[in-house]
Each structure stands twice: as C-alpha cells, then as structure tokens.
C-alpha cells in the first residue's frame, strides 16, 4: 500500500518557522548521531572482545595446565597467579602466593567447593570473601570475575579457579547505557538550538510587528526602525544569522561529545591492552606450573594467538611457539638469551629491557607482535635445568585506536557544525520565503489600491503575526483615506454652500446697482462671510485634532470652565472636579454641547459636573425630543445633521458634536448620547493643582 504524505508535507509548511528548523536541524543531527554512534559501538565492541579474548587465554592457559598436572597425580606449585584448585570434599590442591594468604585467614578456600560441571570451562561474578577477623593482613578476597574449570576423577571433581578481576559485564554494554541514550539527546539538543536560532533570528520580524502595530491615521509620519546588530552581523540575511547561531550552539554540544566518545574509546583501549597483558603473563603462570611438574605443554597455550612464547633452557634447547619456532630456525638460535648453567632460579617476573634496535628486530621477526613489543620474563628449575620462559604480548590492534579515530572525529566536529547551520540556513530562508511575498505584495501597495492585502500565510509564528497587522495597519490606513476623502467631499459641499450665496448677493448688486439695497447686500455678505470663517475654524480644529499633537499636561477644573456658561444653562456641580488637559479645548466641548442642546431645547437647558471613583462626568441635557437610538452614534459623524432638510442655518454644518467627540478622545474620555438628549462626557480624574 503506498503512503501517502502531501498531507504531512502541507502540515509541516504550517508549522511555524522555529518549529520548522528544529525539525530539520535535529532530523539531520540524529542521521549524524545515529551513523557516529554504530560505527564507534562496532570499533569499542571490537576492541572490546580483544579485550575479553585476552582475558580469557591468559586464565584458559593456567587452568589448562593444572589440569593436566592433576590427572597425572602431581601436586601443583604455589606459584604467581591468582588460581585456586578446590576439590569437592573442600580441600585445596594448590593455589597462588595471595590466595594462600587469604586461605590461611579464612581457614578454608577462597573458592567454594565444585557442585555442577563446568568441564567446558565458563565465567562467573564472584561475590567476595571476608574472614572474620578482618584486621589482619590478607582477610579478604574482592568480588569480581572468576574462570571456572572442572574436571572428575575417582575420588570426586576438582575445579580451577582463575580470579579474572573486578566486576565487568563488558565496557561496550556500559556504554550503551550512555550512547544510545545520547544520540537523541543531542539531536534534541541541536533541534533546540535551531529553533533558538531561528526565534533569535526572528525577533527583528516581531519588532517590525509591533512597531507596525502603532502606525495610524495620528502617527503617519512613524517609521519602522530596522534593528542594529553588533560586528557586522546587520549586513546579514536573517538566514545566515540562523546559521552561524546554530552552528556555534552546537559546537559545544559536539565537542564535548566528541572528547567523552574519545575517552571512552582510550578506556576500552586500556582495558584490552592490559587485557593482553594479562593473558601473556596468565601464560607465563602456566607454563611455570607445568615445567615445574615437569609436564608438556599444553596445546592451548602452544596454538594460542593471544600471546606467543619462548622458553629456552640453559643447556640451549628451546620449547617455544610454532611462530617462534619458525623465526629460531630463520636465526639458528633462540631469540632471547638463556640462564646461565647451574644458576639459581628467579621466580621473580620481569619485563625484559629491550632496546629499540632489539624491538624493531624482533617485530621484523614476529609481525604478531605489536608496539611496544613487551616480553615478559621469568627464570624456573625444572627436571632438565633451569629454564627462562619468556612470553610476547600480541597487540591485537596496532597503535592507539583512539588516536586513530581523532582522523575522523575532530574533522567531524566543524563538518557537523557546518551541516547543522546549512540545514538550520536553509530552514530558515525557506521560512521567510512569506516573508518576501509580504515585501512584493506591500510594494504594489499605494493610495490607488488601498484594498489590496498582503498574504497571510499558515504558520503561527512571527511572520503571521507580522502579516496579521500590517493588514491590519492597511484596514485602517484604507479607512482613514477613505474619511478623509468623504471629509474633503462634506467641507467643499458646506463650504460651496455660502460662497454661492455672497456670490450671488454680490453678483445682483453689481449688475442692478440702482436697484440694489446696498445695507442689505453688506448685511447678507457679512453672514456669508461668517458663516466661512466658523466653518474654516471648525475645519482647522479638526486637522489639528487629527494630527494628535501632544496635549497639556495641566490640570484643567472642568467645575470652572462649566462656570463660564451659568448665564446659558442650569448649572449644578458637585465640586471641584481635575482632569488632564488643555483648558480652550475643554471649553470647546462643552460650548458645542450647550450650542446643540440650546439649538433642539423647547425651554431649558442644563450642565452637571460630578465625579465618581476614578472618573469626572460631565453632562449636558435639555428638554427637546431627543435623538432617536438609531442616530445616537451617527449624530457624532462629521457633517452628519439629522434636520431633514440639511438646514445649515439651523443645524450648522455638522461639525459641532464630531469635534467634541474627538476632543473627549483625545483626552482618554468618552462622550456618548442617552435618553432624552443627555450627552455624557467621562474623563479620567487627575489630581488636583
């Protein structure tokens, strides 16, 4: 069945640009990630089952020799290793130097007693042993890993005990516990950075947001001002900004990765080196134990490939590797020296002093072993004289691994950078392609095609937001144009209105002067003219009101300017009552609301200043019939008059409660019209002077 995903490619071109860019800068880090971390586990557990291979043939070599010594019914030295040979009856055949001392303390083995076959040989954790004086030297026997071999005889069954070393289920099991967990923890870890990155990035669409958000009709000489960055960082795309963020976030993140896995890698390399160690010197431990009880041998540590061996006996004759066999007979004699005739033996274990000329022969001779070619050392007395066993490490990884892989792990630091930024570059410029699409649409903007709109697109993010208001910022910009045109059409009406009337009264006079009766020319031409410059007033005020310049800050009584109308209205005021303002403006408003209510009065009109908790209210009312509650809204258009026939002479021109409106916003108030023509004004209540 195919699958079909345009539905999950239209969701995630929803998603919001930060989103977007974590997605892919963590998809690509988690490839990253995911590829870094099979190919170190598959190096670590390599070296890791050298390391355990190693371990094995040393403790294989010992316990393949003792047995061999107990089926011929000789007893077993005290010799070197850490082995122990318990019968099922409790006794102990034969055991190292530090097992017998930790024996004599307990008074028993330090092993228990065989129960179950272990003819195969097998590992196991080994919990450990105190003795019950514990003050005393050698009373203890740590836990860790313990070989096992057994064998039967008449007389019941008998196991070796190899002690391998502490508790280890294996270094690269322990470091699964870290890596796997890690890998997507540092693609999370880099998705956080991109999309940090990216909402960095962004942040200079959101402050155009919201400085776009401010822009209107009372602030068009507003600019959106384009944030600065430091170092040059201005000259940027916002793209390559995200980039070089994201890259740099994750440098951190990536080096230290990379210094932990390095780590790592050198621990397990130390572990197998010392690994291999101990198997050469686990094979010296048993070719001692079977030369002393003069017994051959044996073929697991002849054909061994975890360690090589030479011994050479004083009179000459050599027993030795078949790799070592073959680079004697390339030679004609033994590759290290003999004991000297009727010398003492030294049990003592030693690393041969080798010079570097030594070294690199005998490399030359036995590839097998590696750097830094260690060849331990040990004098026995044996039925044929004494003997000096010599055992070769074999490296079964040449050189350091770790240092092998910096090769590739630190190039991989500022490669991974680089692909990290790309991916949150590309990320991010394809996120702003709205962006672009804004600026295009915007650019066809202009006064003759207001309706146009800029494209919204899906996401919910900071471009959306962006696109959300500067249509937002159109809506009203469209608007006030299309006010301020139906503005210009009302004023040239009223204004045409009285022009033609003194045209026409001075226009009769002229062409009939002997008839004309000149005062009464001069008295209409004087209204007309009046009727101009109340107009012009009005006209002037309102484009003062428009362009919202800042107001006084002083404290204005409306309680005082209601006083000057006391002869015009009945006036009731409760006290003093402070507002923020500018005091010719304030009178403005309450003049045009008593020259309205004094226009639909039948007999009475009256002004009331009281105060609430925060607001100071003034109100004016008269005894006239009130405005419909359709028109009550309609009343505060400019020009708007609700005498049917647009009687200038009677309703003015329509400016009056417009202007008072706009006075009462521009001091953060209302003013509004109830029942019965009360027409309330609410301004924010100031402190007193």
């Known amino acids: 069945m195919a699958w079909d ?8 071109r929803n998603w919001p640009t930060g989103v977007r860019s974590a997605v892919a800068a963590g998809l690509i880090a988690l490839v990253l990630f995911t590829a870094g971390a099979l190919w170190l586990r598959l190096s670590i557990s390599g070296l890791d089952d050298d390391r355990h291979t190693a371990q094995l043939a040393g403790a294989q070599a010992i316990a393949d020799s003792v047995i061999p010594i107990l089926r011929a019914g000789k007893d077993i030295a005290t010799g070197e290793g850490q082995y122990e040979v318990v019968h099922s009856d409790g006794r102990v055949l034969g055991a190292g130097r530090e097992i017998r001392s930790v024996e004599d303390a307990l008074g028993r083995s330090v092993f228990p007693p065989p129960t179950s076959d272990a003819s195969g040989g097998q590992v196991f954790r080994f919990p450990g042993v105190v003795a019950q004086d514990a003050s005393t030297p050698y009373s203890s026997w740590p836990p860790g890993e313990v070989y096992l071999k057994t064998i039967d005889d008449d007389t019941g069954r008998i196991a ?43 942040r200079p669409v959101e402050w155009i947001r919201v400085q776009a958000a401010d822009i209107s009709t009372h602030s068009l000489e507003q600019r959106v001002d384009v944030p600065v960055r430091w170092m040059g960082m201005s000259r940027l795309s916002i793209g390559v900004r995200a980039g070089i963020a994201a890259a740099l976030m994750s440098a951190g993140p990536l080096v230290a990765g990379v210094v932990w896995l390095r780590h790592a890698v050198d621990d397990v390399n130390t572990a197998r080196f010392m690994a291999e160690s101990s198997a050469a010197y686990g094979a010296l431990d048993g070719i001692e134990l079977g030369l002393r009880a003069d017994v051959p041998i044996v073929p697991t540590i002849r054909d061994s490939k975890a360690y090589l061996y030479e011994v050479v006996y004083s009179d000459g004759h050599t027993d030795s590797s078949p790799a070592v066999t073959w680079a004697e007979s390339i030679i004609g004699r033994p590759l290290l020296a003999a004991p000297l005739p009727n010398a003492t033996a030294m049990y003592a274990t030693d690393i041969v002093n080798l010079t570097e000329e030594n070294r690199l022969w005998l490399r030359s001779l036995l590839p097998d072993v590696g750097a830094p070619v260690n060849v331990w050392k040990r ?25 092998a892989m910096d090769r590739v792990l630190f190039p991989a630091v500022p490669a991974s950078m680089a692909l990290i930024g790309l991916a949150a570059w590309s990320g991010t410029t394809r996120s702003l392609r709205p962006v672009e699409r804004i600026r295009e649409q915007a650019g066809e903007i202009s006064t003759s095609a207001l309706d146009l709109r800029v494209p919204v697109p899906a996401t919910r993010d900071a471009i959306s937001r962006l696109a959300l208001t500067l249509n937002e910022m159109l809506d009203r910009l469209e608007n006030s144009v299309k006010v301020q045109r139906q503005f210009i059409a009302d004023a040239a009406h009223e204004l045409r209105s009285p022009i033609a009337s003194l045209r026409t009264v001075l226009e009769v006079a002229r062409d009939h002067p002997d008839q004309a009766d000149w005062l009464s020319v001069i008295g209409d031409a004087v ?31 409306l309680s005082e300017v209601a006083d000057g109308y006391r002869d015009r209205a009945e006036l009731t005021v409760d006290g003093s009552a402070f507002v923020k303002g500018d005091v010719k403006q304030l009178d403005r408003l309450l003049r045009n609301l008593v020259d309205n209510a004094a226009r639909h009065a039948v007999s009475r009109v009256s002004v009331a200043v009281r105060s609430t908790e925060d607001k100071e209210i003034l109100e004016v009312a008269d005894d006239g019939p009130g405005i419909p509650a359709a028109d009550r809204e309609r009343v505060f258009d400019r020009f708007t008059r609700l005498d049917e026939a647009r009687d200038s002479d009677a309703g003015g021109a329509g400016l009056g409660l417009a202007i008072a409106r706009e006075i009462a916003v521009r001091h953060g108030g209302t003013l509004t019209v109830g029942d019965h023509a009360v027409f309330t004004a609410s301004f924010p209540k100031a402190a007193s002077s």
């Open 5 to 12: 995903t345009g539905w999950l490619v239209v969701r995630f």
């Open 160 to 202: 070796v005990y190899v002690y391998l070393g502490y508790s280890d289920p294996g270094m690269a099991l322990d470091l699964d516990t870290w890596l796997w967990p890690g890998v997507p923890a540092g693609a999370l870890l880099v998705a956080l950075v991109a999309w940090a990155s990216a909402a960095s990035a962004l």
């Open 379 to 403: 004098e026995v007395g044996t039925a044929r004289g004494t003997a000096a066993i010599y055992t070769f490490e074999v490296n079964s990884v040449e050189g350091n691994p770790a240092v």
């Open 527 to 557: 209204t007309d003219t009046r009727r101009l410059e109340v107009l012009a007033e009005d006209l002037l005020l309102l484009a003062r009101l428009d362009s919202a310049l800042p107001l006084p800050t002083a404290s204005v009584d």
